[in-house]
């Protein structure tokens, strides 16, 4: 059954750094282009980087120079590495496919904050 299980966030200081891993079960994760997505408290979700099954890889304005998504198709495993963090960062991320995405997980929260 497909499944995503995201992990790795937490509480950090402004300028600090976290790695999120998204754990994908089910072939179609492995050979589509998937997202890391990011809900704000009172905001809609939002795409922030994808990345497709070749590892060609987008990001929005927001995130581009400190965020970087990657993929181990192997592990089939999708992670964000976050750099220079901000409190607009803080949110509940998540990751699903770029395209028609499946069932939500639960998400991982992150909160950027001194």
């Known amino acids: 059954q497909a499944q995503l299980v995201e992990s790795g966030g937490g509480l950090v200081q402004p300028g600090g750094s976290l790695r999120l891993s998204c754990a994908a079960s089910g072939l179609i994760y492995r050979i589509k282009a998937m997202g890391w997505y990011r809900q704000a408290p009172g905001k809609q979700r939002e795409l922030l980087a994808s990345?497709?099954?070749?590892?060609?890889?987008d990001y929005v304005d927001a995130v581009k120079g400190r965020f970087t998504i990657s993929r181990d198709n192997f592990k089939n495993t999708i992670y964000l590495q976050m750099n220079n963090l901000k409190p607009a960062d803080t949110a509940v991320y998540y990751c699903?496919?770029?395209?028609?995405?499946?069932?939500w997980g639960q998400g991982t929260q992150v909160t950027v904050s001194s």
């Open positions: 990345i497709t099954s070749g590892g060609s890889t």
């Open positions: 699903n496919l770029l395209h028609a995405p499946t069932t």
